[in-house]
């Protein structure tokens, strides 16, 4: 079986049948229903804490726009943005003059330049097929002194397959696509922490690509993933564009906190604070 993170090369045919995937799957979007406001809170109090309040803010990748909304609840004005006109579906109802949704791709934004205060995104980096592209448009958007925050799962963190690893000893289940197998969870863990430090070590981000997975209709786990998403390309491509970061990771919960302190890089979230 080829591992859930075999590196590809992305191109067209990839970006078209993502934008389909996201704009057709009822499956996807009933998972998006997961995504309520328990489920959104530590995004939401990350950019509320690290962003000021009265900047205009781009919630991009908002899926079924709630963090849109709980941001506009704490006093912002919001716009959300997603690929997927089924996943908005729902937003019309909230729309007022500070909190608006729109249709439009993160590869290729239609807004002018430097048009926001916060430019943030949970979840998003993961599922585009070229997230230079994703960033520089994020870059764009953002005014001078403006913020970018970039949230999501840390894809090359060898501290997942670790638990992976230990969970099955301890006769737990494994974690479909990523790891069934104890000997998948044990690869993956070397893969990873080779990973680390060749890219660590690096001068270059080395943004790595996987085939997602659109066909399964039990998706879910990140299947339809396609970058192998992980900070140390995001901390080196944001440094090399001459921005700075202001918080490398934020950890929340005990747990998250002592990871966030002393393992900013290999924590098992991305939570960056960027400053333009
Ligand atoms: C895992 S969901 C996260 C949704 C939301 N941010 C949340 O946390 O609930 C990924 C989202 O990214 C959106 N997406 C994927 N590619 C995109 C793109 N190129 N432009 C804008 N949105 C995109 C998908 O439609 C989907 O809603």
């Known amino acids: 079986m080829e591992s ?34 328990v489920y959104l809170k530590s995004y939401v109090d990350l950019v509320d804490w690290y962003t000021p309040s009265d900047e205009y803010t781009l919630d991009l990748g908002c899926g079924n726009g ?52 916060v430019v943030c995104s949970n979840e998003l980096i993961e599922h585009t097929p070229d997230v230079e592209a994703t960033l520089l448009e994020m870059i764009r958007v953002t005014r001078k002194g403006g913020r970018i925050v970039v949230a999501g799962p840390n894809l090359c963190s060898p501290i997942m397959p670790l638990l992976d690893f230990t969970q ?6 494994g974690r479909p696509i990523w790891a069934e197998t104890k000997q998948q969870a044990f690869k993956n863990l070397l893969k990873n922490t080779k990973l680390y430090f060749k890219k660590r070590f690096g001068q270059q981000p080395n943004f790595l690509y996987r085939e997602p997975d659109l066909e399964n209709q039990i998706i879910g786990g ?11 390309d995001l901390e080196k491509f944001f440094r090399q564009q001459g921005l700075r970061i202001k918080k490398l990771c934020v950890g929340f919960g005990f747990k998250g906190k002592i990871m966030a302190t002393f393992f900013p890089r290999t924590s098992l979230y991305i939570s960056m604070v960027i400053e333009k």
């Open 4 to 37: 859930a993170q075999t590196p590809i090369s992305t191109d067209q045919s990839l970006r078209n049948r993502m934008r389909k995937f996201y704009e057709t799957s009822e499956a996807y979007k009933n998972l998006l229903n997961q995504h309520n406001h």
């Open 66 to 117: 709630i963090s849109s909304k709980m941001l506009h609840d704490r006093g912002r004005n919001v716009v959300g943005v997603d690929i997927s006109p089924l996943f908005l579906a729902e937003t019309k109802k909230w729309e007022n003059d500070t909190l608006k949704y729109f249709v439009g791709d993160a590869l290729s934004l239609d807004f002018e330049s430097e048009q926001f205060g």
């Open 168 to 173: 099955m000893t301890f006769g737990r289940d």
């Open 222 to 232: 990140d299947a339809d993933s396609t970058y192998i998403a992980s900070p140390i």
